[in-house]
Nanobody, 124 residues
Framework: QVQLAESGGGLVQAGGSLRLSCAAS????????MGWIRQAPGKEREFVAA????????YYADSVKGRFTISRDNAKNMVYLQMNSLKPEDTAVYYC?????????????????WGQGTQVTVSS
């Protein structure tokens, strides 16, 4: 089992930037695909981005492609989400999540371990 803890959320104006961090702990982290999932008020959880611990290959939802960048630091067991050109519609609780056995998970249902979430609010 992997434990995840996010940090870095906050309030930012449209067009601004934020960087979310996720500290991961547990055994065999290299067997997990890591990702960021978000949930806006009244909406279902939405896949944002994913990255393979072992290869560093990443994948993005169309809604964030070109604006968000997911990365990982294997030595520190950290995963990051750099968010640029933020829009009000990016407002949500952002969760760091892990999918065991999936190198590059692209569906919310594949993620079995979750952090507590961090709020991101983008004002217009």
């Amino acid at each position: 089992q992997v434990q995840l803890a996010e940090s870095g959320g906050g309030l930012v104006q449209a067009g601004g930037s934020l960087r979310l961090s996720c500290a991961a702990s547990g055994r065999m982290l290299s067997s997990y695909g890591m990702g960021w999932i978000r949930q806006a008020p009244g909406k279902e959880r939405e896949f944002v981005a994913a990255i393979s611990w072992s290869t560093g290959i990443s994948y993005y939802a169309d809604s964030v492609k070109g604006r968000f960048t997911i990365s990982r630091d294997n030595a520190k067991n950290m995963v990051y989400l750099q968010m640029n050109s933020l829009k009000p519609e990016d407002t949500a609780v952002y969760y760091c999540a892990a999918a065991r056995g999936y190198s590059l998970p692209r569906e919310v249902a594949k993620f079995g371990s979750w952090g507590q979430g961090t709020q991101v609010t983008v004002s217009s």
